[in-house]
């Protein structure tokens, strides 16, 4: 019965072919032992050249060692060829900076390159089977949103000049140790799989029970499941790198822009690959800190009324709204000394190119009245409020004195740097008038006995000049 379901779904995705050099991962687990058997059993059939690999990689002290030499006893017993080999994944880890699954996997997988190189091989064939599967998609789509990251593992994928294959996704580990006692198979228990500390095994030990209990064919499903979500992401990530690839795309190394109209006429679907394929392109690589928020946030600007809006994404990429043009751009230290102008909606927020923000709101901190904080009547003042840098000729009514004083006189007051001064904001009302040199100088306006005030408040996360020195 087991080798009949394995046949059959290695003939139903094509794994072999005849007179092909297989290399068989073979940790000394259940799973690859008995992946080590099948294929030594259909060996002549298929007039296969089978190697097995088996990697100590110095993280179970003798536990390991003693791991390598029964597999490669084994595979003495059974006329295959072993290459095995002792990574120090201690020191790769300690040198990388990076946790012990990551740099096991990453010294595990060159050491299978170079043996794919080494023997000329087709294939490399590994033991994960349909519950590892279900765990993996389980646990990708606990980690993000995104369709295309949610499928499982490759059924088989291109690999060191051959192809991964994983003919046993569609079984389960019950059906494999079951096979194994059956053909008296001897395997090494490693201890390390069953604690909850990793991931993976507390989807094991809590989600794998559930899922089964609910339905005993989950995996099949799962499997099912993720080959439809690889064919279709392959289809849209076509159609997707058709749409970049189109002449509305202006594409320079750090920025794009493009028109939103033309953006917005394409199905949402296909807006949201493509916004990630334009942070491809920027970062120069899948971004892992850009997430589904990021689009909602993106989905905002494009769909506000207010036609001048930013957000930031991480690493200093910036995507401003102007009109119906959007742009992405990194921002760099001399652009920090552009102009801007931005619209400031009530309650609302506009981030500026420095990284600070001005919010305004309608119940902020009355009782906070530094520089960073600004209140006004709001029947006093036309809205919607403007957040913009200077013009020639602007002037502030000011507290305690009468008439106008010239920003320019302000900025010389308080010793603000020239280079600083063409990117300073203040806030206008709609009629133009000059409410607040943000942290500078607040206008004077007429008392009012108005309930309604208006709140304005200039934040940074990071440390700011503006905040810092004003
Ligand atoms: N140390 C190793 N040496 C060779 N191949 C390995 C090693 N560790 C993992 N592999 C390959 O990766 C597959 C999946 O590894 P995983 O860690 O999930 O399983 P395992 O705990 O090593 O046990 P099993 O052999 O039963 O799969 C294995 O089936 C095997 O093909």
Redesign the pocket.
Known sequence: MFNLKVDQFARQHQLFKQHATIL????????????LHYLKGIQHHWGFHLVA?????SLRGAA?EE?VKF?TSVCDDLGVACESVTLDVPSYKEQHQVGTQVAARHM?YQFFAEQMQKHQADML?????GD?QVETVFMRMARGAEPQHMKGMDVRRPFGGGQIIRPFLGVTKAE?EEYCQKHDIH?CV?AS?ASPAYT?NAFRLHVLPFLKEQNRKVHEHIQAYSEYVSEDEAFLKEQTDRFFQSSLFHKEPEEIRFDLNAFLAASSSLQRRTFHLILNYLYQEQPDDVTYHHWEQFKQIMKAESPHLSINLPRNLMVLRSYEQITFTFLREDKDSEPFHFYLNVPGKVLLPDGTSVHASWDGPSLEQNEHHFMCDVNKIALPLHVRTRRAGDRIALRGMDGHKKIKDLFIDHKVPQKERDSWPMVTDHNGRILWVVSLQKARLEAGDSIDWLHLTVKNDDTSRRMGNA
């Not at 068989?24 to 992946?35: E, F, N, T």
């Not at 064939?125 to 089977?129: D, E, I, K, R, Y």
Request: proline share 3%; charged share 20%; hydrophobic share 40%.
């Open positions: 068989i991962a073979v940790s000394g687990g259940p799973d690859s032992m008995a992946l690999l088996t990697v100590d990689h390991s791991d597999v595990r064939a590994m033991g994960h089977h590892d494999i395997y490693d799989n993976r």
